[in-house]
Structures are given as structure tokens and as C-alpha cells.
């Protein structure tokens, strides 16, 4: 492998490493090193491997550090050492190293491949050599049952716990806390606090280094993982037995289910203000509505009364039109109680085989009382659309489609009426040449009071429940109902019903309707 080629490989190695020359000189250390031991890129290199030990450990038995290491690798057989480095800065740190060597034409070369030690190791397990500080390895004592429930209180906490030094290194987490920072363990323990970026949390390690308490609350952003987690986190300082802060400890929480469950609270929250303002526009509405025959019908009645007692001859159009205007009470109270009777799941439906084009025809023939200076167009095939409907249901739909065809249009624009048989399916369309409706607003406009934003009560009424009621009617005929429209172009309104024909009818998608046109009146 080309020199340049090794160099990268070591600088990907996630395990710190320092390479010397056979004078114990540092040639090169990668990246996790430099982050490890808190040297800055191109300091170490050129200095002496022994500025990394401490004062104590530099000789054994008349030997080096590295050379003692070295001559013990064979009795070693591959297992590391554990042993405490310097870190730039003066502090020291625990790690377990590797050693070994290499003759090639430069001369001796001397790698040293350190590893962060798992914290509170269990050494009842593999037992681990131990430099003491006399120099000699040791296997590391076990833990007494103290320590050991210590052990299972901090790694089975249901909350993320750290430690860290005055450096301020981390030297000591649990498991949960690795989860909630989504990185490794051997990432983690020996971090500098000093190398995040979240100025908050770098806040709260200087608080706590002054022997303040500190709170965080936000989102974790993990420097290894990129991984965002919104947490609360408590910082509190350790004091030694001389009152001096030693360092910190935090304790994490990760609250993205609290988050959550608020941001749900805040939706039902909305939702209900929502409803309240639907409710109160609706109150409005209904009572703006309601109000409007009544006072018409209340001055002719007045005036029929005034007429019979001065025994004066009484115009049929008079009770016509008192007629019409309690016909439209009726109307809007009827829709009321369908509306609440849906959402009762009680409005009753009375299925049998009948003629959809015999019932459009009555419908057409009732409004056309109503039409006023608009014409109808009526277009149909030549033989009977059979269906299994509720025809008094029916009609109600197509007369509610009618209406507003006629009432969102202007006096003297045509309205379309086609009935076709396609496959399985009659398809209805219903359109004029009206305000159209606005497309964002489509959707909702088979819901429960809605009125599109072009609509004003004074200069349209009605109580938006038509459409709502019409669509529970066509449903459950196992039809669909939906809207074309364009603002300012008028609005073509299908329904598609399955034909009596149909064994296993899947309503088709929404599409224009056409056919040969026959004017009626
Ligand atoms: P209403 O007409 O009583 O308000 P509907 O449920 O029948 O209630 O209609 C709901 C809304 O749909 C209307 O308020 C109106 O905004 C819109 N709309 C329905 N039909 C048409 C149409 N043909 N042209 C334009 N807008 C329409």
C-alpha cells in the first residue's frame, strides 16, 4: 500500500492512533488521536512520545514507557494495557493501548492504538492488565457489591446520565444516555463538552464548573450522527471533600413523547377553537336564514288578515308567495334535522329498483316554478337508467344540485343536465355558468356547514349543509359525488350512481360528462 494510501486509511480509523520513529518521536497521530488527546493538527509530530505520559509512568525497570510495553507484548498476547495518557492540556485520561513495532527502510516505527475503556468495566470478566502507578500490571481488583449496585442504578436509570471533568471531558454515561445523543459509547466517553456546538448546553457546563446548577431544554443535535433530539436536561456540579467543583454531572431526559403529546394537545386545541368559530358562524347563519322568510311571510299574512276583514277579495298570488316562504322554513328546518339525523347515523334510506331519469324529470318539472330567466338543458339516453335508489332521497340530491346551480349563476346563463349509463355506473352532471369555486376549497365542500369563501351570506344564503347531506345520500348508494369547477367559470357537479345492471360496482373517476343536448321549456 502507497504511503498516502496508509495515511488515509489511518486518518478514517475511529481508533486513535500515534506512530513514532524508533526514538520514540512522534511522527503522526490520525485524527481520533489528536481529538483524543486534545493536540491541534501538526503540534504533536516531532515531539517526544513521553509528553504524553505521565511524570510517574515514564519509567519501568530502567525501561521507556513504549519499551517496557514493547518487551511485554509477548506475555500480553494481544490483550491492551490499561493505562492513564496526558492530554494536551495537562489532565489525565484512561485508555487501553496497543503496541507494536516495525523495521522497513526509514527505520523503526513504533504504533500505539489506543481505545477509550468502557466505563465501570466489570473485572470479573476478561481481567485487564493495569499499569500501577509503580509501574507494574496489575489485574484490576474486583467490584465490591457496593460498587456493583452503584453500577445498576446508573446504567438501568430511565433517564440519560453523564459525568464529566473539569477539562470538561466526559468520562462516565449510561446507556440511555448513549441512545438519547445517537452515538457510540466509545464516541462519547472522552468528548470535550468545549468541542459542541450548541452554545445552550456550553452555557450550562460553565455554570456548572462555577457550582451553579443548570437547566437545558431543546433540541440535541448529535455531532457524529446528525440525529435531532428534542431533550430536558438537568446540570449539576460534584464538589470534592474540599467543597471544589470536580466536575459535573448531567441528567438527560428525551422528552420527544412529552413533545409530542403536547403538539397533539395543540392540535385538539385548534380543532376545538375550530369548531367553536364553525359553530358560531354557523349560529349566525342559520339564524340569518331563518329569519328571512319570516319576515315576508309575516307582512302577507298581515295583509291577507287586513283584506279578510274588510271583506275585500284576496289575490292567490299573495298566499303563493306566503307559501313559498314557509316551503323554504320547511326546506332549511328539514335540512337541519337530516343533518343532525347523519350525524346520528339515523338518517333511514328505503332502497328499491327505480328510474333515475323518471326522477331528474319530476325534479325539472317542480323547479321550473323556481328557474326564473335561466334556461335548463336536459340531455338523457332514450331508454330507462335503472337503479336501486331511494327516490324521495334522490330527488332531494338532484334538487339540492339544481338549486345552487340556480342560485350561484347569473338570472339569464344556461344550467346543464346529463344523464348517461357508463359500464356500471348513471352518471349525473349538473352545470352553470356561475362564481365557480375557488380550488383550494374543493375539498371541503361536502363538509358540514362549509361555504366557499366567494359566497356571502347577504348576497347568497343558505346553511352549507346541502352538499354535505347530499354526499351521505350518494354514499350510500355506493356512489361518489364530486366537483369541477374553475372561479368565475361556473361549476359542473357528477354523481355517479351504479346502475341496477351492476354486479360489483367500483364508482368510476371523476370526468366530464357529454352527450347530445334537448332543451327543456
Ligand atoms: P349552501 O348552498 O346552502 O351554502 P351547499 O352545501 O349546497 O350549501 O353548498 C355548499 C357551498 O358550496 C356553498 O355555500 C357554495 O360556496 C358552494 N357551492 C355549491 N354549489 C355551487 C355552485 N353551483 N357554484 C358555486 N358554488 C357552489
Partial sequence: MAGDD?????????????????????????????????????????????????????????????RYLLGRRRALSGRPVRVSLLRREGSELEVEVTVGTSMGGGGERIAVVMRRPPELPDYTDEPLERLSSAGHPRTAPPVSPGERAYQLVFENAPLGLFHFDTTPIIVACNDYFVRIMGSSKRMLIGLNLLTLQDEAILACVRDVLSGRHAYYEGEYHSVTSGKATPVRAHFAPCFNEDGQVEGGVGIVEDVTEQRSAEAERDRLFREAQEAIRVR????????????TPLTPLSLRLASLERRLERKEPVDPALLRHARQHLVRLAALINDLLDASRIEAGRLALHLEPTRLDAIIERVLTVMDAERGQHRIDYSHPPEAVRIRGDAYRLEQVIANLLENALKYSPADSTVRVTLDARGDF?????????????????????????????VSVTSYGGLG????????????????????????RGATFHVALPLLSAANPTPPEPRPSTGPSQQVH
Fill in 6 to 66: 496508509f495515511r488515509e486509511v489511518m486518518d478514517a480509523m475511529a481508533d486513535p492512533l500515534v506512530a513514532c520513529d524508533g526514538d520514540e518521536r512522534v511522527l503522526y497521530l490520525n485524527p481520533a488521536a489528536e481529538r483524543l488527546l486534545g493536540w491541534k493538527p501538526g503540534e504533536l509530530p516531532g515531539r517526544p512520545f513521553t509528553c504524553l505520559v505521565p511524570e510517574r509512568l515514564r519509567s519501568f525497570e530502567g525501561r521507556s514507557f513504549l
Fill in 465 to 488: 349543509l346541502g352538499l354535505y347531506i347530499s354526499r351521505d345520500i350518494v354514499e350510500r348508494h355506493g356512489g361518489r359525488i364530486w366537483v369541477e369547477s374553475e372561479v368565475g
Fill in 426 to 454: 348513471a352518471l349525473l352532471s349538473v352545470a352553470d355558468e356561475g362564481i365557480g369555486i375557488p380550488r383550494d376549497q374543493q375539498e371541503q365542500l361536502f363538509e358540514r356547514y362549509f361555504r366557499a369563501r366567494n
Fill in 280 to 291: 358560531d358562524d354557523f349560529l349566525t347563519i342559520a339564524s340569518h336564514e331563518l329569519k
